[in-house]
Nanobody, 127 residues
Framework: QVQFVESGGGLVQAGGSLRLSCTCS????????IGWFRQAPGKERGGVSS????????VYATSVKDRFTTSRDKENSTVYLQMNNLKPEDTAVYYC????????????????????WGQGTQVTVSS
């Protein structure tokens, strides 16, 4: 059974930082790309980042580039999203998801391509 456990969300002031974690069981992540997505109320789910778990190569949405960094811990089957200089517009529920692929591209910022999903974690940035 595939399971993702997300953690690290919370309330932070603008300019602050949070680190989200996504730990997976039931998949060999070396065959997968892990994406981070977010969804604000009334808005469509949007791509934040995508990382090849085997190589560590990552791509980012333009809106978060230079502020967010995704990385992975192979030993613990965990992917992280380090979010710095947070802005109120970053407020959303953040999800991790898996797509079977060895490599990632900006095309994989499309949530419709992903099969397995975490439950989401709320990030709220106050101004």
């Amino acid at each position: 059974q595939v399971q993702f456990v997300e953690s690290g969300g919370g309330l932070v002031q603008a300019g602050g930082s949070l680190r989200l974690s996504c730990t997976c069981s039931g998949l060999d992540l070396n065959y997968y790309v892990i994406g981070w997505f977010r969804q604000a109320p009334g808005k469509e789910r949007g791509g934040v980042s995508s990382i090849s778990f085997s190589s560590g190569s990552a791509v980012y949405a333009t809106s978060v580039k230079d502020r967010f960094t995704t990385s992975r811990d192979k030993e613990n089957s965990t992917v992280y999203l380090q979010m710095n200089n947070l802005k109120p517009e970053d407020t959303a529920v953040y999800y991790c998801a898996a797509l079977r692929s060895f490599v990632t591209t900006t095309a994989y910022l499309n949530y419709k391509l992903y099969r397995y999903w975490g439950q989401g974690t709320q990030v709220t940035v106050s101004s």
